[in-house]
């Protein structure tokens, strides 16, 4: 018997199970102010770093875990994949990224 409650939220994948999770594959960065007539509120809307995900529902089981509170849709996942960097150019990322790490404890 089918549940009625997957079809008020279905899964985008799938859709036969009821969305639980959304897409967290950052696809656009966004630093412009946001302005609003409260400093408090301004302050707070505009610090740190903000950034639009994906956001498109999924089902547990369609969803791509990619860590603590990360899924990605099989769409973004692919993608992610297909931006592994070649090893040659891994190399030069784990230097510089060491490099970093000693110049944060000196």
Do not use: W
């Amino acid at each position: 018997m089918n549940n009625p409650r997957v079809f008020s939220n279905p899964c985008a994948i799938c859709r036969v199970r009821e969305a639980t999770k959304l897409c967290d594959y950052v696809t656009g960065y966004n630093n412009s102010p946001i302005f609003v007539n409260n400093y408090k509120k301004f302050v707070e809307l505009n610090s740190g770093c903000r950034h639009e995900t994906c956001d498109l529902p999924m089902c547990g089981e369609c969803a791509k875990q990619m860590g603590l509170n990360v899924d990605f849709c099989p769409h973004h996942y692919k993608l992610h994949i297909q931006a592994e960097l070649p090893a040659k150019l891994k190399q030069a990322q784990i230097r510089q990224k060491s490099k970093q790490y000693y110049e944060m404890e000196e």
